[in-house]
């Protein structure tokens, strides 16, 4: 069966920090992958989404980067972390095809002080 | 841009009673989710609803779906405690004219209930 794994679950940066936040796949090939961040009182935002390798798409113009290294590795990064970056942010995945929801994983809660 | 909307954003209600909470969309589209977050936790898939007329139940919760009025409703019966949770509803973005993938959430519906 296919499990999302999302690392870690909460974090605690200072501004101006680089920011690293992982999302890996198992039991499935070349999934789409996102990123999608919440913040308080706002729903959900997708941040990135990628199709493939090295493709990656961005929603909205922002102070984060997101990779995919890998098949099912998906990164979220920032050089330097703003203190409205905080957020709690959700990888989610799905097979690509017709009709099929998403997966999410368990969250990460980045606190920017 | 593709819009969705939930209401109420808040609710607050008895064991026991019945409540509906409506997700309206800007866009057509003949696909639309519903999502369960408890608090602090992840989103957990409940219903997909990929037609006009589509109707989907499970335990107290039903979902239902009229891509002409572009209206998903979500029905609560006889609410017990255990479904106090922020409900979200989510339309595919493919749809949105601007080719984009994934889905586009509501703000989601605060949902409390009481004993």
């Known amino acids: 069966s296919q499990t999302i794994h999302q690392w870690p679950a909460t974090l605690v940066q200072p501004v101006g920090s680089p920011l690293s936040l992982e999302c890996t796949v198992e039991?499935?090939?070349?999934?789409?992958l996102y990123w999608y961040r919440q913040a308080a009182g706002r729903g959900l935002q997708l941040l990135f989404y990628s199709v493939g390798i090295g493709q990656i798409s961005s929603e909205v113009p922002q102070n984060l980067s997101a990779s995919r290294p890998q098949d099912r590795q998906f990164i979220l990064s920032s050089k330097k972390l703003l203190l409205s970056d905080s957020g709690f942010y959700l990888c989610?995945?799905?097979?690509?095809?017709?009709?099929?929801?998403?997966?999410f994983g368990s969250g990460t809660q980045l606190s920017v002080l | 841009e593709l819009k969705v909307e939930q209401n109420p954003l808040f609710l607050s209600m008895q064991e026991g009673k019945n409540y509906t909470i409506y997700c309206n969309y800007s866009t057509t589209s003949d696909r639309l989710y519903w999502y369960r977050q408890d608090p602090g936790k992840s989103l957990e898939s409940l219903f997909v609803?990929?037609?006009?007329?589509a109707v989907k139940q499970e335990g107290r919760l039903m979902a239902s779906l009229d891509t002409k009025a572009r209206l998903s409703t979500l029905h609560i019966t006889a609410a017990v405690h255990d479904l106090s949770a922020t409900y979200f509803c989510?339309?595919?973005?493919?749809?949105?004219?601007?080719?984009?993938?994934?889905?586009?959430f509501g703000k989601g519906t605060h949902l409390i209930i009481q004993p």
């Open positions: 609803l990929l037609s006009n007329g």
């Open positions: 039991g499935t090939s070349n999934p789409n």
């Open positions: 989510a339309v595919d973005n493919r749809y949105s004219g601007g080719g984009a993938d994934g889905l586009t």
């Open positions: 989610a995945w799905n097979p690509g095809g017709r009709n099929e929801k998403l997966f």
